[in-house]
């Protein structure tokens, strides 16, 4: 689902330039974005089953800056978030599947993410300690049974949410929201800002976004049909 998937990929046709088609309030607009956009922080989701849980992270992340999100399948339940959740936020996102989790570990190991998952157990570290200014890929696991013993035995951390009330336990898609607002605020905080991408990912993002951006883009790009 690369770019939000099937149908959202650009178009071939670069006869015309699609920011032609979009007003200057849009194009600023579109700038800003992608200026506050990140990829060295991301979410990995291990075997969710819940449409609405899906479509809820992926809204969390795209609201916060967040542009790539990972999913391990689950067999028994096809990643198909929640439409009316989502509200067409997967276009404007990068989300990669994998079969398997050792296949998205080595994806995110080998762009240099150090790894942690969501979950309760000796040694795991507060949310609240963790740092945020180098590559990070956050875990959240299946909603009944977590994250997996695969996941637990080749992250190279864990961490939970600290709990103030009887509740020691919330939704996945609300863990998912306090974790990247906490992250981006850390980023704010510390660093001065969330947007990371270099010049390059910036000029190719843009110019996927002006695309999106177009509504009637499936008469003006006739070189592919979505």
Same mark, same amino acid.
């Given at each position: 689902?690369? #770019?939000?998937?099937?149908?959202?990929?650009?178009?071939?046709? +670069?006869?015309?330039?699609?920011?032609?088609?979009?007003?200057?309030?849009?194009?600023?607009?579109?700038?800003?974005? %992608?200026?506050?956009?990140?990829?060295?922080?991301? %979410?990995? !989701?291990?075997?969710?089953?819940?449409?609405?849980?899906?479509?809820?992270?992926?809204?969390?992340?795209? /609201?916060?800056?967040?542009?790539?999100?990972?999913?391990?399948?689950?067999?028994?339940a096809p990643f198909l978030p929640n439409s009316r959740v989502a509200q067409g936020c997967d276009k404007w996102l990068d989300v990669?599947?994998?079969?398997?989790?050792?296949?998205?570990?080595?994806?995110?190991?080998?762009?240099?993410?150090?790894?942690?998952?969501?979950?309760?157990?000796?040694? /795991?570290?507060? !949310?609240?300690?963790?740092?945020?200014?180098?590559?990070?890929?956050?875990?959240?696991?299946?909603?009944?049974?977590?994250?997996?013993?695969?996941?637990?035995?080749?992250?190279? #951390?864990?961490?939970?949410?600290?709990?103030?009330?009887?509740?020691?336990?919330?939704?996945?898609?609300?863990?998912?929201?306090?974790?990247?607002?906490?992250?981006?605020?850390?980023?704010?905080?510390? !660093?001065?800002?969330?947007?990371?991408?270099?010049?390059?990912?910036?000029?190719? !993002?843009?110019?996927?976004?002006?695309?999106?951006? %177009?509504?009637?883009?499936?008469?003006?790009? +006739?070189?592919?049909?979505?």
């Amino acid at each position: 689902m690369s #770019g939000g998937g099937p149908r959202y990929e650009p178009f071939e046709n +670069k006869s015309v330039e699609p920011e032609s088609f979009l007003l200057e309030v849009r194009k600023e607009k579109i700038d800003r974005v %992608v200026e506050q956009r990140t990829r060295t922080f991301t %979410v990995v !989701l291990d075997r969710l089953e819940d449409s609405f849980n899906m479509a809820a992270v992926l809204r969390t992340c795209e /609201a916060m800056g967040v542009q790539e999100v990972h999913v391990v399948i689950n067999p028994e339940a096809p990643f198909l978030p929640n439409s009316r959740v989502a509200q067409g936020c997967d276009k404007w996102l990068d989300v990669k599947q994998y079969n398997s989790f050792a296949e998205c570990r080595d994806h995110l190991k080998g762009r240099g993410f150090s790894l942690y998952a969501s979950a309760i157990r000796e040694g /795991a570290k507060s !949310l609240y300690s963790l740092r945020f200014d180098s590559k990070i890929a956050i875990i959240f696991g299946n909603e009944r049974f977590g994250v997996s013993e695969e996941v637990l035995a080749n992250v190279d #951390g864990t961490f939970w949410i600290p709990m103030r009330g009887f509740s020691q336990s919330i939704n996945i898609s609300a863990a998912a929201s306090a974790c990247i607002s906490r992250a981006v605020a850390w980023r704010e905080e510390h !660093l001065g800002k969330v947007g990371d991408l270099t010049p390059e990912e910036a000029q190719e !993002l843009r110019e996927r976004f002006y695309v999106l951006a %177009v509504k009637q883009r499936k008469r003006i790009f +006739k070189g592919k049909q979505p």
